[in-house]
């Protein structure tokens, strides 16, 4: 479970809040109750939206920083190239999932799909389109550290302003993805993977050091 409240509709209703009740209607169905257990048409829970509802200023903020799609004229798929290589870097389920299916719905092949999670191998991938994930690494992974060819190479195919999009979208959803599993809202509702492995019974307390030096 999401480890916050999760706002239900009639909440909304008594506080008036208009625009997250369009979104409800909007992804939900029209007078649906998405607490209910009535998830969205990616097949995604929809607890994001559900989690955000709790604050009208954040979710205000979120909304409309979606927005920003309307006016960037970075080309879609190398914007979508970031923003899901950015889940895969940050380790969230969610974010990659649901990028993995805008680069389909904006025709991009299942193979190439696929192989952002091993763009460092893969030989899909045209030269700028390696500078972007390559770069998103950079943001994600080595906190904006980015070697001077790989800026390079995106300044020799892209304008200035273009990769400033670029860097905008992807740590944009950097921060969705950190925060999503923060929260455990949508596919990052899981428990994480690295715990203890207990040794066998009878194993007691003694030093694992002494089954290799012979003590």
Sequence with gaps: MPRLR????????????????????????????????????????????????????????????????????????????????????????FVFSQHCKQMRALGVPDEKVRAVACWEVSDLFDELERAVLAYADALVLNGGRVHDEVFATLKKHLPDEQILELTYVTCLYEMHATMARALRVEYDDRDDPIVEVPAPDGYGTRDIADDFTGA
């Design 6 to 93: 999760q706002v239900p509709r009639a909440e909304l209703e008594a506080r008036d809040d208009r625009l997250a009740l369009f979104f409800y209607d909007r992804l939900f169905g029209e007078d649906s109750d998405p607490t209910e257990g009535r998830g969205t048409a990616t097949g995604s829970p929809g607890d994001w939206w559900t989690t955000f509802a709790l604050d009208q200023a954040i979710f205000k903020h979120c909304v409309k920083g979606f927005e920003v799609y309307r006016g960037v004229r970075l080309d879609p798929v190398l914007r979508e190239l970031g923003q899901t290589r950015a889940g895969w870097a940050r380790g969230s389920q």
